[in-house]
C-alpha cells in the first residue's frame, strides 16, 4: 500500500518507486516548455468530444509541477504537483483512474480543485507511458459537474491514449535521428578542414616533383637511357593524376559552400560559351548550344561546376574521331531541365546506377589514357541535389550518353 501524507487538507500522492529514471525519461524527450504539437491538440479535442467534457487535457508530471502539453477548455500551462489529481493516476500505469465525484474520494474532497470556482468535480486520466514503460504523464478528461464515462468513452479513451504515447516514441526517433544529423554534419566540417588540409599540404610536394622531374630531364637527359627517361615520364604522370586527384577531392567537399552562392541573372549561351573557352576545345569537337538563348536567374558558381563535370566526361570518354555533343536546356513552372547528350564510349546498362556513388569508376581509361577517380559525378549529384533537383542517366554502349538533370524553381527563380 503506498503511504499517502496530508497537507493542508490535501492528501498528496507519493513518489512512484521509479521516480529518478521517470524524471530521466521524462527529461530526454524535451517534452516541458516545448512548443504545442497540433497533433496532441487534435487528441486533446477528439477526447473532449468524445467523452462530452469541457476540459481535455495531455499532462505531464515532472519533479514539482503539473505541466499541460495540450489543453482544451483551460488557459492554464502548469500547475503544482502537490495537487494534481493526475499525480495519483500515474501510480496505476495500467488502470484509467476515473473520479465520478471528486467530492466523495477522500483523497481529492479537500483539493483545492474541487473547492476552487469553477470546480473540477469530475476527472477520468489514462496514464501514458513512454518505450521504456516509464509514465509521463495522462490524457485526461474534466468536468465542472459530476460524471461518469460509458465503458465505449472509456475504451475510446484509452485509444486516444495509445495515440499520445505513439507520439512520444516518434518524438523520440526524431531526437535520436537530430542528434545523428548534428553528429553527421560535424564530421563532415572536420572531414571538409581535414580534406583541405591535405589538400594544401600534398600539393605543393607534388608540383616540387613535377618541375624536379623536368629539371632531372633537361640537364640529365644524355645520362639516361631510354627505360630511365620512361620512368622521369611515368613519375610526372604519376604526379598530376595524384595533384588531379586531390584536386577532385577538395571540390567535391566544397561543394556545400557553392550552392550558398548569390543568385544571378544570366543566359545559357553566356555559361556554356564560357565553359567551352576554359576546357579550351579543339576543332574535332562539336557542342551544339541550346537553340533557344534562356535567361536563367540562379546561383551561376554551382551550374557552372555541374556543366564542367559533365561536358568533361563527354570529352573525356569519347572514342570517335569527332565529339559531338548536344546541350538542352528548357523552362517549366516550378523548375529549369538540363540535358547533355553525347556519342562517346557510353556506360553500361549494370553500371548507370553505381556511376554517382563516390570513388565508383567505370571506365579503364579516357580518351587520353588516363584513369578516372570517380569522384566529379558524385559531386555533380551533391550539387544537383543541393539546389532541389535531380539527375539521372540514359546510354548505350559505343553509341553515347544523355545526363538528364533539373534545378528547382525554389532554388533557381
Do not use: W
Amino acid at each position: 500500500m503506498i503511504e499517502k501524507k496530508e497537507r493542508l487538507k490535501t492528501i498528496i500522492a507519493d513518489k512512484p518507486v521509479n521516480e529518478k529514471s521517470r524524471l530521466i525519461t521524462l527529461d530526454k524527450l524535451k517534452l516541458l516548455n516545448n512548443e504545442t504539437d497540433e497533433n496532441y491538440n487534435n487528441i486533446t479535442r477528439l477526447a473532449s468530444f468524445i467523452c462530452e467534457t469541457p476540459v481535455s487535457l495531455v499532462t505531464l508530471i515532472g519533479e514539482n509541477k503539473q505541466y499541460f502539453l495540450s489543453r482544451v477548455g483551460t488557459t492554464i500551462e502548469e500547475a503544482p504537483r502537490d495537487i494534481s489529481h493526475c499525480s495519483h493516476a500515474i501510480l496505476n500505469p495500467e488502470e484509467l483512474l476515473e473520479i465520478p465525484d471528486t467530492r466523495e474520494d477522500e483523497r481529492f474532497a479537500n483539493n483545492p480543485y474541487t473547492l476552487s470556482d469553477p470546480k473540477i468535480l469530475f476527472y477520468a486520466g489514462m496514464p501514458l507511458k513512454a518505450h521504456n514503460g516509464q509514465v509521463l504523464g495522462t490524457l485526461c478528461v474534466l468536468d465542472t459537474k459530476p460524471n461518469q464515462l460509458s465503458e465505449e468513452k472509456k475504451t475510446a479513451l484509452k485509444a486516444l491514449a495509445k495515440q499520445v504515447e505513439t507520439l512520444f516514441e516518434l518524438r523520440r526517433h526524431n531526437l535520436k535521428l537530430e542528434k545523428a544529423s548534428l553528429e553527421l554534419r560535424n564530421k563532415n566540417i572536420q572531414l571538409k578542414e581535414f580534406a583541405g588540409i591535405v589538400s594544401h599540404d600534398m600539393k605543393m610536394p607534388l608540383a616540387n616533383m613535377i618541375l624536379t622531374t623536368d629539371v632531372i630531364k633537361a640537364k640529365y637527359a644524355a645520362n639516361f637511357d631510354a627505360e630511365g627517361i620512361e620512368y622521369l615520364d611515368y613519375l610526372k604522370q604519376s604526379s598530376f593524376k595524384l595533384s588531379n586527384y586531390i584536386t577532385g577531392i577538395l571540390q567535391h567537399y566544397e561543394s556545400d559552400s557553392l550552392t550558398e552562392g548569390v543568385e544571378e541573372e544570366f543566359d545559357i549561351h553566356d555559361i556554356l560559351e564560357g565553359i567551352i573557352d576554359l576546357l579550351n576545345i579543339n576543332d574535332n569537337c562539336i557542342i551544339n548550344l541550346p537553340e533557344k538563348n534562356i535567361s536563367l536567374n540562379c546561383n551561376r558558381i554551382a551550374l557552372e561546376q555541374i556543366f564542367l563535370n559533365l561536358i568533361g566526361n563527354s570529352l573525356k570518354y569519347n572514342n570517335k574521331e569527332e565529339i559531338i555533343i548536344d546541350v538542352i536546356c528548357g523552362q517549366e513552372e516550378n523548375y529549369y531541365h538540363f540535358s547533355i547528350t553525347d556519342n562517346g564510349i557510353g556506360i553500361p546498362k549494370d553500371k548507370q546506377e553505381d556511376i554517382f556513388e563516390l570513388f565508383t569508376v567505370i571506365a579503364e581509361k579516357d580518351r587520353r589514357g588516363n584513369r578516372g577517380n570517380g569522384i566529379g559525378l558524385s559531386t555533380v549529384k551533391k550539387l544537383v541535389n543541393s539546389l532541389g533537383g535531380e539527375i539521372t542517366v540514359e546510354s548505350e554502349i559505343n553509341k553515347g550518353t544523355t545526363f538528364h538533370f533539373t534545378m528547382s524553381s525554389s532554388a533557381c527563380d
